[in-house]
Structure formats: C-alpha cells, structure tokens
C-alpha cells in the first residue's frame, strides 16, 4: 500500500517549505487510497521543545491535513538505531572518530590537502582517523568506548562500505526511481556511481560524538519500520539519496520511491529555514491568512 510520511524536526515553527512537502506526499498518499505518517524526528534534544510539536499538529490540521496515530517520535527508536549500528560493526564497515570540526577544517585548509568536496554533510571528511590503532568501532560501542579514550563519532568507511557490496558491480544494486526531478533534472530510474559516493560523499557519520544516532541512518530505519513505500521531500535532499541507499544495500532494507520536490525560496531567492520566521505557518496564520491562500500562494490550487 502507498505510504507517505512527512517528517519534521520539532525544533522550530513550521514554514510555507514545510506545508508545500507535507500536502504534496498527503495528497499524493490520499490519490492512492495509501497512508500518511507523521514522524517527529526529534534526536536534536538540545532544541526539541514541547511547544513546537504542538505547533506541528496545529499547522498541519489547519492544512486539513490527517495522519495516522500514534506519532512516531525517534527519541524512542534508540535501541533500532544502535542495533543497525552493530549490524555495520560487525561486517567491519565503521570506526571511531575523534576528529573535532576544528581538526577537520584545519586538515581541510592544510596545503597538501587541496580542495576538498562537498557532499551532504558538508565538506568531505579527509579520512584522518581511518586506520588508526584504535580498533574499529565494534558492536554496542557507544561514543568513547575501548581504548583511544574519549568521546567519538562512529563513521562510515565508505570504500569498504562499496568493497561490501561487490566493489565496481555495486552500481547494479545502487540505484533508486525518481518520481518527480534532482536539481539538474535527474528524473526516473537514477543508477549511483560508486566511486562517487566515494569522492563526494565520503566517511560520513552515522553516530555523533554524544552518542545520538545521524540523521542518515535513522530516516533509512525509521522508513523501512513504518513501511514507507514513497518519500516526499525537497530537492536539497536529493544528494542524501545516495548515501541512504547505500545504508539501505547495507543494512538489507526495502527501498521507496522518491519524490524530490521543487523548493520554497523567499523573494530574493533563498531557500527558506525555520529562522526566517516571517514565512512561518503560525506568523501568517496571524496576519490573517488562510489555510487556502496558503496553498494558492505555493501553488497548489
């Protein structure tokens, strides 16, 4: 059955961005007779507040929106996250990382270096705590654990990662279908090339230095525990897909559909982020707005 899921973080109001996503995968779930899921990813504890998950239900009903009960929230989904952790452990795909963001950038700017890529992360990590003594990050080893004493991230080693899934043949497996476009007008059946996941992509972290699960790996989780057959989300996401389906490859998961939508940008342009507070849903809500002005002004009737 067609499942869509709409999948924000409860750490801000919600903004015209966050309503186009949200009525294009509704929508789309309700054209097909499907479901609809609301997942608060919340592992940002640090900025989840109580009264932006209210405001959360409040936007999204005011859309006429509906969804599924109960909300799934990822702050009780630690025990899935870690368990897919290990599984990564133990065939020897990840190792621990000690490297501060100042480290990295001084790596970075470092002359022999040169110019580094960026993938969906940031910058690529240049690799420096790959293949230290430090043994690999095994299962159940949380952030700091064995020898190398304090706190570390658990990185992907993305060469071996693709060495696992059958080197150069990998590009068979790795691929998604794409249901509306990518930012250079990727559409359809998207085949990854493995080396580039390599180069652009690179170790990315899958478990941060306080121990909180990273975002790659729990959307990929959290998708295939709920059954999410389509994914609906902007198209700056669209470089993610291919790390996610590699954890996917990995991790022995089923793979959805994507759909990369266009993105809200303000008057001049910019993309639009939950600082900008005067395009949120409550602010306009405010000024007098309606649920249908909303939707003629993204375009959407």
């Given at each position: 059955m067609h499942t869509d899921r709409f999948a924000p973080s409860p750490t801000g109001e919600l903004h015209l961005g966050h309503a186009?996503?949200?009525?294009?995968?509704?929508?789309?779930?309700?054209?097909?007779?499907?479901?609809?899921?609301?997942?608060?990813e919340d592992l940002d504890q640090t900025r989840t507040r109580p009264e932006f998950v209210e405001g959360i239900y409040r936007d999204l009903a005011w859309l006429g929106l509906r969804w599924e009960?109960?909300?799934?929230f990822q702050s009780t989904r630690l025990a899935a996250y870690q368990a897919a952790l290990d599984r990564l452990a133990g065939l020897g795909l990840t190792y621990r990382c000690t490297c501060t963001r100042r480290d990295i950038a001084e790596a970075v700017a470092a002359p022999q270096e040169g110019a580094l890529p960026h993938g969906p992360d940031g910058v690529v990590y240049p690799g420096t705590?790959?293949?230290?003594?430090?043994?690999?990050?095994?299962?159940?080893?949380?952030?700091?654990a064995g020898p190398g004493a304090g706190p570390a991230a658990i990185r992907l080693d993305m060469r071996r990662a693709i060495a696992a899934l059958g080197g150069p043949?990998?590009?068979?497996v790795l691929s998604f279908d794409e249901?509306?476009?990518?930012?250079?007008?990727e559409t359809g059946t998207i085949r990854l090339d493995p080396e580039a996941l390599v180069g652009s992509t690179g170790d990315v972290v899958l478990a941060r230095r306080d121990g909180a699960p990273a975002y790659h790996l729990a959307v990929v989780v959290d998708?295939?525990?709920?059954?999410?057959t389509h994914v609906t989300r902007g198209r700056d996401l669209f470089a993610a897909t291919a790390l996610h389906r590699l954890l996917q490859a990995l991790l022995g998961l089923p793979?959805?559909?994507?759909?990369?939508?266009?993105?809200?940008?303000?008057?001049?342009?910019?993309?639009?982020?939950?600082?900008?507070?005067?395009?949120?849903?409550?602010?306009?809500?405010e000024e007098g707005w309606t649920a249908s002005?909303?939707?003629?002004?993204?375009?959407?009737?």
């Open positions: 186009f996503s949200a009525v294009v995968g509704w929508r789309a779930a309700m054209a097909a007779g499907g479901r609809f899921l609301l997942r608060m009960q109960p909300v799934l705590c790959r293949g230290r003594s430090d043994p690999p990050a095994g299962p159940g080893a949380g952030p700091g043949a990998a590009v068979a249901l509306d476009a990518g930012p250079a007008g998708d295939a525990n709920q059954g999410v793979v959805p559909l994507y759909r990369h939508h266009r993105l809200i940008r303000d008057a001049v342009g910019k993309r639009l982020a939950k600082r900008d507070h005067a395009h949120a849903l409550a602010k306009l809500r002005d909303v939707l003629q002004h993204l375009g959407l009737e």
